[in-house]
């Protein structure tokens, strides 16, 4: 291990280097977030009312009028999209909660058939296969009680979680709406300072993200965006050409796992399928699971070509990374982890980890003359 550590030392210090950068910018950007929410909203509503509002200006518009009448259109069509997606929701769950004691009904009736038909079947059986299905059955059993107990807690925290996330986010969301105004207002003068006053150096930083960074953010939110549309889309259509009753709801449910790590429509699906096979519904689970197995193989097929080609990361990085920075950091590190991995692949390609990372001589001798051009003129500056 000695000479290991002999010939290795740099590199191992150097990437350990890295991850502490990124450790320290998370944790930094966590702490900010908590104590600033309010503005980091009001730089995402103001990347929304912008545009129309520069539109407007440019038309002969005072920037004043305009701002505020993209502000207006902006909540206007926010109000109006949440009250539409609300009743639809509010109705269909209400429809949904009428049917439950049905459904649970049939659920008991058919499990009490089944329990009858295994009974008779076991009575058939030697002692012995009895006995070992009987060890076999208590053991998945107790397993699944440990799954189930387990689910509910993460479950129950989660939605603690989530309502007092929805809460903060509505103070936030409404400061940070009131921020974006003024800033749109007051954008060109900001614009002067920052022009007038930032060090060339900064300038070049701020450069090389926007150029990297800030649009590989953009080109990885549309991608996902089209996928949950295409997923949302698919669902919709076949549930509703099946007669399925709460179809939009459904379909909403599918688009918002479709966005979790890992879980993806299998979530809603699956249960779905395997309740509708015992209570006897063969022909609409069998449908079912044809839709689930389009939605995911058609997710498999777009996604190397619509995040692939525009993002380049795999989904296995951006998932690993994503898991970690969200046990390490909460909700927060879930958002910030596809920003980090960019920035990792920006400067990977640009050649600034090959130059920031060490390696030895004789075990990359082409990586060390390797130096893009970009290297050179960040280190002459």
């Known amino acids: 291990m000695i000479p290991f550590y002999k010939k290795y030392y740099k590199t191992i210090i150097d990437i350990a280097l890295i991850l502490l950068t990124v450790y320290l910018f998370m944790l930094l950007f966590s702490f900010l977030y908590k104590i600033a929410a309010p503005i980091f909203w009001a730089f995402a509503i103001f990347l929304i009312i912008e545009p129309f509002a520069k539109f407007m200006n440019k038309r002969g518009v005072k920037k004043m009028v305009a701002t505020t009448i993209s502000t207006i259109l902006f909540l206007v069509i926010l109000l109006g999209v949440i009250t539409g997606l609300g009743l639809i929701v509010t109705n269909q769950i209400l429809h949904f909660s009428e049917k439950v004691p049905e459904y649970t009904q049939t659920l008991q009736n058919s499990i009490v058939l089944i329990t009858e038909q295994v009974q008779s079947s076991i009575n058939a059986l030697s002692p012995d296969t009895v006995q070992k299905i009987t060890e076999y059955a208590s053991g998945l059993t107790a397993n699944a009680s440990k799954i189930m107990v387990g689910t509910l807690k993460f479950l129950g925290t989660s939605l603690s979680s989530v309502s007092s996330f929805m809460i903060s986010f509505g103070v936030n969301f409404g400061v940070g709406l009131i921020?974006?105004?003024?800033?749109?207002?007051?954008?060109?003068?900001?614009?002067?300072?920052?022009?007038?006053?930032?060090p060339a150096t900064f300038?070049?930083?701020?450069?090389?993200?926007?150029?990297?960074?800030?649009?590989?953010?953009?080109?990885?939110?549309?991608?996902?965006?089209?996928?949950?549309?295409?997923?949302?889309?698919?669902?919709?259509?076949?549930?509703?050409?099946?007669?399925i009753k709460n179809a939009f709801t459904m379909a909403l449910l599918a688009g918002f796992f479709d966005v979790l790590p890992l879980l993806g429509v299998s979530t809603l699906f699956i249960p779905w399928i395997?309740?509708?096979f015992i209570v006897g519904q063969t022909s609409l689970a069998i449908?079912?699971?044809?839709?689930?197995?389009?939605?995911?193989?058609?997710?498999?097929?777009?996604?190397?070509?619509?995040?692939?080609?525009?993002?380049?990361?795999?989904?296995?990085?951006?998932?690993?990374?994503?898991?970690?920075?969200?046990?390490?950091?909460?909700?927060?590190?879930?958002?910030?982890?596809?920003?980090?991995?960019i920035l990792l692949k920006a400067l990977h390609e640009q050649g600034y980890l090959k130059r920031w990372i060490r390696t030895p001589e004789e075990e990359f001798p082409a990586e060390q003359t390797d130096d893009k051009p970009a290297v050179a003129e960040i280190n002459q500056t």
């Open 287 to 341: 449908w079912l699971t044809v839709i689930w197995l389009v939605v995911v193989v058609a997710r498999q097929l777009l996604e190397p070509k619509i995040t692939g080609d525009s993002l380049g990361v795999s989904a296995f990085t951006m998932l690993s990374f994503m898991i970690i920075s969200l046990s390490l950091f909460g909700f927060i590190g879930l958002i910030v982890s596809p920003v980090l991995i």
């Open 274 to 276: 395997i309740y509708l």
């Open 203 to 243: 300038k070049k930083v701020f450069e090389f993200l926007s150029e990297n960074v800030i649009k590989g953010i953009v080109t990885y939110i549309s991608a996902q965006a089209k996928l949950i549309s295409i997923t949302f889309v698919i669902v919709l259509i076949s549930l509703f050409a099946l007669g």
């Open 179 to 198: 921020l974006a105004f003024f800033l749109s207002i007051e954008f060109e003068s900001w614009k002067r300072v920052a022009r007038e006053k930032t």
